[in-house]
C-alpha cells in the first residue's frame, strides 16, 4: 500500500474516501465498487471496471451500445407522453 490515510465510518456505515485518493484513482460518483472482507478482519475497496458506451456504425449511423441503468418502458412512455401533449397544445385540440 502507498498511503494511508484516516477516515471514518458514519451510523449508516457510509466511508467517505478522501479527495487526493479520488483524484488521483479516477473515482467519480456513482463508481461501482466491490467491498472485500478478508479473514485477517481487512476490508478492501476495488472499483469495477468502467463500462465504456461503445459506437458502432449502423448503415452509416453512429448508434450508442450500453447498458440501460432504468426503467426503459417508463422512459419511453414518458417521452412518448410529453410529445403527443406538445403536438396536443401546438395544434390548438
Known amino acids: 500500500?502507498?498511503?494511508?490515510?484516516?477516515?471514518?465510518?458514519?451510523?449508516?456505515?457510509?466511508?467517505?474516501?478522501?479527495?487526493?485518493?479520488?483524484?488521483?484513482?479516477?473515482l467519480l460518483p456513482g463508481t461501482r465498487l466491490i467491498v472485500?472482507?478478508?479473514?485477517?478482519?481487512?476490508?478492501?475497496?476495488?472499483?469495477?471496471?468502467?463500462?465504456?458506451?461503445?459506437?458502432?456504425?449502423?448503415?452509416?449511423?453512429l448508434v450508442v451500445q450500453s447498458q440501460a441503468t432504468g426503467d426503459i418502458a417508463k422512459a419511453v412512455r414518458q417521452e412518448r407522453e410529453a410529445r403527443a401533449s406538445g403536438l396536443v397544445r401546438r395544434s390548438g385540440l
Open 1 to 26: 500500500m502507498d498511503k494511508q490515510i484516516q477516515t471514518m465510518m458514519d451510523r449508516s456505515g457510509r466511508v467517505v474516501i478522501p479527495k487526493a485518493i479520488r483524484m488521483r484513482l479516477g
Open 36 to 61: 472485500e472482507e478478508h479473514s485477517n478482519e481487512e476490508i478492501r475497496l476495488r472499483p469495477l471496471p468502467r463500462q465504456e458506451a461503445l459506437l458502432i456504425n449502423k448503415g452509416g449511423v
